[in-house]
């Protein structure tokens, strides 16, 4: 079992930045790939950023070249810089964890924190 903790929704006015952290606990050393999915109303839950353990990173067309992600494996912690934001970006932004333990995979997820952008 793996625990995730967000941290860092604010409200921002268009073209601001944020930066936000996921923590993570339990078992840890299960830990592959994490990241982070955002849902605004009405929307399905999207990715926006992902990053291997070696930190290679892929992101959503939407942010590429505003968002970096980035991992501390020190403090086992997750963060997802958010630069040039616009309204779009205005979401509940999770925290994601895939763990592997032998050949089973599984995926956790943190409860989320709250980014709105608008003036």
């Known amino acids: 079992q793996v625990q995730l903790v967000e941290s860092g929704g604010d409200l921002v006015q268009p073209g601001g930045s944020l930066r936000l952290s996921c923590v993570a606990s339990g078992n840890i050393k299960s830990i592959d790939i994490m990241g982070w999915h955002r849902q605004a109303p009405g929307k399905e839950r999207e990715l926006v950023a992902a990053?291997?353990?070696?930190?290679?990173?892929t992101y959503t067309d939407a942010v590429k070249g505003r968002f970096t992600v980035s991992r501390d494996h020190s403090k086992n912690a997750l963060f997802l810089q958010m630069n040039s934001l616009e309204p779009e970006d205005t979401a509940v932004y999770f925290c994601?964890?895939?763990?592997?333990?032998?050949?089973?995979?599984?995926?956790?997820w943190g409860r989320g924190t709250q980014v709105n952008v608008s003036s």
């Open positions: 990053i291997t353990p070696v930190g290679a990173t």
């Open positions: 994601y964890a895939r763990t592997v333990v032998i050949t089973t995979e599984a995926t956790y």
